[in-house]
């Protein structure tokens, strides 16, 4: 089974930036479709960067223009560039394969992410 690992989380002020990394034990990393989730207390886990074999990413409006998603085939690694950070995005992040995977599936420990002033 792949193990995944999430770090880089941490306590930043709003307009701050982190930067997530996600080391996967895959030996299929490179072909397969990768993203990063989020879940905020009482809410449900939501897919916020998305991103291809061939680099082809997605995002969603809300993380549009400050979230950048990136990878790594040989360290079988993906990072998540958080840029302009809202009070907004405190959460636990995670990375997974896609399609999303279901609540019972496989998921790593994720990283906390607070942004608070």
């Known amino acids: 089974q792949v193990q995944l690992v999430e770090s880089g989380g941490g306590l930043v002020q709003p307009g701050g930036s982190l930067r997530l990394s996600c080391a996967s034990s895959?030996?299929?990393?490179?072909?397969?479709?990768m993203g990063w989730y989020r879940q905020a207390p009482g809410k449900e886990r939501e897919l916020v960067a998305a991103?291809?074999?061939?680099?082809?990413?997605h995002y969603p409006d809300s993380v549009k223009g400050r979230f950048t998603i990136s990878r790594d085939n040989a360290k079988k690694t993906v990072y998540l560039q958080m840029n302009s950070l809202k009070p907004e995005d405190t959460a636990v992040y995670y990375c997974?394969?896609?399609?999303?995977?279901?609540?019972?599936?496989?998921w790593g420990q994720g990283t906390q992410v607070t942004v608070s002033s």
């Open positions: 991103i291809g074999s061939g680099g082809v990413t």
């Open positions: 895959g030996s299929m990393f490179s072909i397969r479709s």
């Open positions: 997974n394969l896609l399609p999303t995977p279901r609540p019972s599936d496989y």
